[in-house]
């Protein structure tokens, strides 16, 4: 089997490339059943000649309905796919089984799911990548969007799913095996979302729904609506569809955040006796061993006048601690309770149109238009810590110095609000055509265009309290705090002294286009398909920063200490909170946001800066039936050739003046694929698979941002624009036994090796490569350059992103289990899975790579257990995932210090009951999401060091859909 494999093989991409050469065919892959469906995502994106139901349906192997209907239509696809497949289907149009796209996916194995502050699933990472290596498309087209999470900066290339309202979807596949047809840019796997079209449906029809969803944390109600109608003309060659949904949302979070922990800045005369000054001992010294130094212990403070704060005095007032443990006391930086509170509305459009006036022809095209508004009143207010001044007495420690109980005198709180509104939008037009030459030869086209755009304004009101002394305790949940302050009242002497008003807004726009276009010799099972493909990307985020230089003071004018108490009320968790409207409005707000100048950050930290990237690809691929041993062997393979043009622009400011550098870089890549499946018995189907895929760099890596940290023009930082792809050797070999019906087991072992990864380094470059004019530098650096030889012969060393010399290698495997368990009670089944991943690192550059991989789940599993019969369903669902650490070390100076995610679970429910007996069939819906309110969590070195944590709450959906 293993000679006849390789001789195929070979034959095979030998008979492709020749064809290759030859080619000047445009194209996009094809099939007709679910099985070549997942041999190229573009099957999806054209034929719709008939819909995944009916083509599933054909298999006459369908009896179910319902969410059991949908696993059946998934298990079948697997089932007659070639490569490493998972799908999940909508039993009907608008009635997919999740309420958000997100969530949906965590049900697949290898799906990590990332969520948000308020709990929504926001994107997804595949077998140990980061969600920027998921290349996700809609129709087989890509996807940028510009909006952003509530606590996210996505610099990179991650794809926000809540964008999308799941009714208008019917059918996600994900890649993990690629094919030479998928679009390239995926080096963990490909999302592909298909929308509803006409003929999915074999009549006319109007479906709709309408619900509410109830949060208890921001106790309000989130209504939600939709209707989509499709129409068929009567010889159903002509078919029209339009849906539209609109959704007021709300959120309500209750939190926690530290922005990381630090330790006090001793002094030499308060680190050990006879010390003297206010000189700080030397890192690695007493009461200095680790650094971070965030907080600095005065000598003196008002409230105990003639005493000097030293070494003998903290060791009296700390009974039990020396001087060393008290240096290395861990406080949060600014331990602040956050509330959060805002709408979150969508209104969304589809419209998708099908003409097929014969069998050989069929022309569509589709329209998706999103617009969001979201607001936030952010307020939380922070114990200062960072760059604080407070004296600690009574202090406890843990055997890690994490302070766990204290009475800090000279302490002081800061109220800081900060309330956004942002505005996102995005739209996308898709057309193609599929024509058939004769019954073996077909050509498809398709282009696509997408924009995407966001505005969010975030002014920042900071203001502080009084000096008090306060009462710390830390139970290892979250600390808190008690002090002689009411901090819900207004009138306790709130002040601007130290405070900030700040003007921030952010503006991001994301384009794509694209055409792609295949030709296909032979029929959907035995095949070679030739294709080109072409497609535009591109991105700008702009920060836009009044940061106290001219709205602070005539805020300040406007509202000063004395008047602030009238602009403040008693807040909802504990602490007082700002009129937004009335503070905006008196301050002529407005005004100076829009004068606001340029910033080199938005207020997400996401940098300044834009890249345009122009791709072009091309591809062979082969696909094919045999028989080994009397058994059916399916096969994909090719090869894609890819090209990538960069133009990475952003704002660099040399001898003060500011002006944009664009860099330059291009590369292309080489991406082979082979996937083989054998049904080596009725019922068992073995897979293997090989391939290469790629990532595009982090653009936000390549911006120019060059600044020289020396006169003499000797050490520079820079991003990076010759940064190449991350490239992954892939390898998967598994198998499934299917149990009938929905019903199957299976297991994957995998193996990637990623080249590519990035670390900080240091490049020695020519001063003329940094792209920079000689004469924007200050004389003293010209100099400097001209004592070295001149711009031409001098070099700089420049810290930026650099390729590692080294591997990212991770071995896994995947297990589920779908069940119908009706031997039992019918209707009844569950379904099952689990993923284990291992990273390591191999190559010169190890352990410089294995610092920065973070935010990876080792483990992950879900279960589901499910009934339903012809009237009634229910399900419940548990998703869980083992924490991980989720940043490099050195946090906030402490070397042995990372950011580490809590493990988390989310057990949820879904139910409903038909009305069979009325028209329409109206289908009553009731939904728990987040049943036992579990938090979003992550800590600071230790598990006792909260680093933040989101309290989202339950939410409960009510709900009717059903059909004309």
Known sequence: MQKFARNTLSRALGLALLGLASSTAFAQAQTATPAADTQSTQSETTQSAQSTQEQVTELDRVVASGFRQSLEYSTLAKRESTGFVDAIYAEDIGKFPDVNIAESLARIPGIQLNRDVNGEGLNVAIRGLPSSFTKTTINGQSVATASIGL???????????????????????????????????????????????????????????????????????????????????????????????????????????????TNPNLTNAQCFDGGSGTTFPALGSPCNTTGGNGWRVPATIASRPGETINAQWLRDHNPGLTNAQIGEALIPRLGRPVHMSGDRDRDAFLGS??????????????????????????????????????????????????????????????????????DVKYWQFTPGFTFFFDEDVKLNVQASVSRSWMFRDSPTILFNSPVTTVQYQNNGD????????????????????????????????????????????????????????????????????????????????????????????????????VDFDRFMADTNYAFYRDGAPEANNANTSAPTGGFDEANTAAFIMVNGESEVWHRNLRFNMGVRYAKTDQDISGPVTIGGVRQWQTLTSDYNEWLPSFSAAWDVAEDVVLRTSASRTMTRPNPSSMLPATTFSDISAQVATQGNPD?????????????????????????????????????????????????????????????????????????????????????????????????????????????????KIDISTIGKDAAALSSNIYGLSPSLWNATIYWENDVAQAR????????????????????????????RGQLDLSSSYTLVNVKSKPQIFFNVTNILGEERRSFFAFENAVNDMYDFGTTYTIGVRGTF
Do not use: C
């Open 876 to 903: 419940l669902s548990y998703n869980w995932q083992e924490g991980s650490a989720a940043s490099g070390a050195n946090q906030q100076g402490i070397p042995f210090a990372q950011l580490y995610g809590e493990d």
């Open 151 to 261: 606590d996210a900066q996505n610099a990179n290339r991650e794809v926000d799913l809540n964008l999308f309202p799941t009714e208008f979807f019917t059918q996600l596949q994900v890649y993990k095996s690629p094919t030479a047809a998928l679009p390239e840019g995926g080096a963990s796997g490909v999302v592909d979302m298909r929308n509803v079209r006409p003929f999915d449906n074999p009549e006319s029809q109007v479906t709709y729904s309408l619900q509410g969803d109830y949060n208890d944390v921001s106790d309000k109600t989130s209504p939600r609506g939709t209707v989509i109608g499709s129409w068929l003309n009567e010889d159903k060659t002509f078919g029209v569809l339009v849906g539209l949904t609109s959704q007021r949302g709300h959120i309500g979070v209750e939190g926690y955040e530290t922005v990381g922990w």
């Open 353 to 422: 149109v099908q003409w097929r006036p014969n069998e050989d022809l069929e022309v569509y095209a589709d329209v998706l238009y999103t617009d969001a508004h979201r607001t936030n009143d952010r307020i939380d207010i922070n114990l200062i810590g960072r760059n604080g001044a407070m004296v600690p007495t009574n202090m406890q420690l843990d055997a890690n110095n994490v302070v766990t109980s204290a009475t800090f005198e000279n302490a002081q709180y800061f109220l800081e609000a900060r309330p956004y509104t942002e």
């Open 478 to 577: 979250i600390p808190t705090t008690q002090s002689g302050l009411d901090l819900n009242d207004p009138n306790i002497g709130w002040t601007w002294t130290g405070g900030r008003v700040w003007a921030q807004n952010e503006k991001r726009v994301t384009t794509t286009g694209g055409l792609n276009t295949s030709l296909q010799l032979g029929d959907d099972r035995n095949n070679v398909t030739l294709g080109i493909a072409y497609d535009e990307n591109s991105r700008s985020i702009v920060g836009f920063g009044d940061t106290g230089t001219s709205w602070q003071p005539y805020a300040f004018s406007q509202v000063p200490d004395a008047a602030l108490p009238n602009y403040l009320s008693p807040g909802p968790a504990g602490f007082v909170t």
């Open 723 to 835: 940064l190449t792809p991350y490239t992954s050797t892939n390898f998967d070999i598994g198998g499934e036994w299917y149990t009938g019906g929905e019903g199957f087991v299976g297991l994957t072992l995998f193996n990637k090796r990623i080249k590519g990864y990035t670390y900080q380094g240091v490049v020695t470059r020519p001063f003329t490569d940094l792209g920079i004019p000689f004469e924007s530098l200050v004389d003293a650096q010209q100099q400097a350059i001209n004592s070295r030889g001149g711009p031409t012969v001098a070099t700089v060393n420049v810290q930026q992103q650099v390729n590692a010399d080294a591997e990212l290698e991770i071995n896994g495997w995947e297990a589920i289990w779908v069940q119908p368990l009706s031997i039992v009670l019918d209707g009844l089944g569950f379904m099952a899975n689990y993923s």
